[in-house]
Each structure stands twice: as structure tokens, then as C-alpha cells.
T-cell receptor, first 111, second 115 residues
């Protein structure tokens, strides 16, 4: 499984766009990139998943360059409620699927 | 869709007793479920992969005789912490997925406190 590296923490202010970059240099051909959000004392919540280029949903965008060795989660106009830990994960979408969590990025949104 | 329900949300037990945690996929069938534990201020650690109808696969360092996993149906997996000790106090989280390209969905976790 490809190891992921992301910043330990980030600070932002309400209304700003936040971009969290994750590196996964050893990503394999069959691997997908997935991002989760976790609040204290809750299970992680799925945010977005992608394989290449750009994926967008109602809460975030995911940018993946052509070499797929990194990815960037973009949160538009964050609010205080976006303060959480964000995890970038890489997983193979086959029978060997499992998610191994790294340290995550602790995002603090200030008023 | 893809809701995973976990019960109980919190439990306190005495040292030496056993505790069972249930994980249900409410609106989908899950041939595979995963169990994690999380200590305060730390990331999630994968404990085991639960396969319906077969034995669970445990990660290195996880005692299979202490953390019994049963995946008896396509919608239910249970984790039993046997002879619990204070060091087993942790946040236990289960997860499941439909398969294919679907992501993993997590339950809301169980806070276990062993006194």
C-alpha cells in the first residue's frame, strides 16, 4: 500500500478556500485516492474519491496531477464547522482493499 | 445510502469482563467489514478485516484471542473484547463497503472504558 504524507496541521479563517496536499509517491496503477473527515469522538466521514484529474462534489474538489504522485483536497469557503482532521488515503480497489490511516491533517478554522 | 450503525456508542465495564460491539450495514450488504481502534489524539489503527462466513484476518500485533470477530451475516459483524483490561480502553470503529469502486463507510464508534 502506498504511504501518504500530508501536513500535520493547518490554520485558516472562515470564508477562505483551504487546500490540503497529500503526497503518495508509490501509488500503484490500481490505487484510488480517498479523503475522509473526522470530528472528535466520531467515525470518519467520506468526503471524496478520485483516480485522476479532477473530481468535484457538493462539499469539495479533488485535484490529481497526471503522475498521480500527489493530490490536493480543496475545501471552498470553509466555516468553523470544518474544523476537523482530514485524512488522505490510497487504496487498491480489488479484493485486497483496506484503508491504512496516516496521521492526517488537523485543520483549524478561526472566526 | 450506505449507512453503518454501531452499537453501543459507549460502554463502561469492569476489568476482566467481556464486551461485545455490534456493527451493522443498514442499507447494503457487506461481505467485508473492518475494525479499527483509535486512542486519543492518534490516528485510526486497523485491527482486523472481517469476512462474512470465514475467519477474520488480523493485523500484525493484534491478539485474535482477545479481540474476537464474528461476521455471521452480510449485514452484521461483532467485535468482542474478552477479559478487558484498562489498556483496552479506546475508541473502536467499524466500517463496511458495498464493493467495486465504492468507498468505505464508517460507524460512529464505540467508546470503551475499562475500570
Amino acid at each position: 500500500l502506498a504511504k501518504t504524507t500530508q501536513p500535520i496541521s493547518m490554520d485558516s479563517y472562515e470564508g477562505q478556500e483551504v487546500n490540503i496536499t497529500c503526497s503518495h509517491n508509490n501509488i500503484a496503477t490500481n490505487d484510488y485516492i480517498t479523503w475522509y473527515q473526522q470530528f472528535p469522538s466520531q467515525g470518519p466521514r467520506f468526503i471524496i474519491q478520485g483516480y485522476k484529474t479532477k473530481v468535484t462534489n457538493e462539499v469539495a474538489s479533488l485535484f490529481i496531477p497526471a503522475d498521480r504522485k500527489s493530490s490536493t483536497l480543496s475545501l471552498p469557503r470553509v466555516s468553523l464547522s470544518d474544523t476537523a482532521v482530514y485524512y488522505c488515503l490510497v487504496a487498491r480497489m480489488d479484493s485486497s482493499y483496506k484503508l491504512i490511516f496516516g496521521s492526517g491533517t488537523r485543520l483549524l478554522v478561526r472566526p | 445510502g450506505a449507512v453503518v450503525s454501531q452499537h453501543p456508542s459507549r460502554v463502561i465495564c469492569k476489568s476482566g469482563t467481556s464486551v461485545k460491539i455490534e456493527c451493522r450495514s443498514l442499507d447494503f450488504q457487506a461481505t467485508t467489514m473492518f475494525w479499527y481502534r483509535q486512542f486519543p489524539k492518534q490516528s485510526l489503527m486497523l485491527m482486523a478485516t472481517s469476512n462474512e462466513g470465514s475467519k477474520a484476518t488480523y493485523e500484525q500485533g493484534v491478539e485474535k484471542d482477545k479481540f474476537l470477530i464474528n461476521h455471521a451475516s452480510l449485514t452484521l459483524s461483532t467485535l468482542t473484547v474478552t477479559s478487558a483490561h484498562p489498556e483496552d480502553s479506546s475508541f473502536y470503529i467499524c466500517s463496511a463497503r458495498v464493493g467495486g469502486l465504492s468507498p468505505l463507510h464508517f460507524g460512529n464508534g464505540t467508546r470503551l472504558t475499562v475500570t
